[in-house]
């Protein structure tokens, strides 16, 4: 790299994942993120690369299948007999 930034090259080191996990400016500036997961546990994960300082963002952990399946049915108009007929029919 001194050689490079010698001649106005830009360039930077090459980091592995180890270090890029640990590497404190990812993490304050919400590059790289840690999300909690019920099943998984704590992960690290990539953070929203787009910034906007009067709509911040948050990540959130995935779904887990059929997390939210109740909730999109009724939002389709299913009331809970019709989720309940579904679910002994082992449609859901």
């Known amino acids: 790299m001194r050689l ?3 001649h106005d090259i830009p360039c930077g080191p090459i980091l592995s994942m180890k270090e890029l996990a640990e590497e404190p400016s ?8 840690e999300v909690d997961h019920p099943k998984r546990g704590k992960y690290l994960t990539v953070g929203n690369p787009i910034k906007l300082s009067d709509s911040p963002s948050e990540v959130k952990r995935s779904p887990l299948l059929g997390e939210h ?3 999109v049915l009724a939002e389709l108009g299913y ?3 019709d989720i309940a007929a579904l679910r002994s029919g082992k449609v859901v």
């Open 4 to 6: 490079l930034n010698a």
């Open 26 to 33: 990812l993490r304050a500036t919400g590059t790289v993120v």
């Open 69 to 71: 399946t109740e909730e």
């Open 79 to 81: 009331g809970p007999p």
